[in-house]
């Protein structure tokens, strides 16, 4: 068993305006998070998951869990 760790973050835009409401999803899986009105999400995922993130109007963005247990998201519109 892979141990699952807590992963904090935030999904911003290129201006580094913070994308309310984003959807947080471990890929293949239905178990996902959404970020609150700041952008800012925590999610509880292996390493090596890819974490699955969206919102409207801007690109679907995927990111592979790294050791680091804090992540910047920047979403192309």
Not at 14 to 23: F, G, L, T
Not at 25 to 37: H, L, M, N, Q, Y
């Given at each position: 068993?892979?141990?699952?760790?807590?992963?904090?973050?935030?999904?911003?835009d290129?201006?580094?305006?913070?994308?309310?409401?984003?959807?947080i999803?471990?890929?293949?899986?239905?178990?996902?998070?959404?970020?609150?009105?700041k952008?800012?999400?925590?999610?509880?995922?292996?390493?090596?998951?890819?974490?699955m993130?969206?919102?409207?109007?801007?690109?679907?963005?995927?990111?592979?869990?790294?050791?680091?247990?804090?992540?910047?998201?920047?979403?192309?519109d």
């Open positions: 068993k892979v141990a699952t760790k807590t992963i904090q973050g935030k999904v911003t290129n201006n580094k305006n913070p994308i309310a409401y984003a959807s999803i471990i890929k293949g899986t239905k178990r996902g998070v959404v970020a609150d009105a952008g800012l999400f925590s999610i509880k995922a292996p390493q090596g998951a890819v974490l993130i969206s919102a409207v109007g801007y690109q679907t963005t995927a990111i592979t869990v790294s050791e680091k247990t804090e992540l910047n998201v920047k979403m192309n």
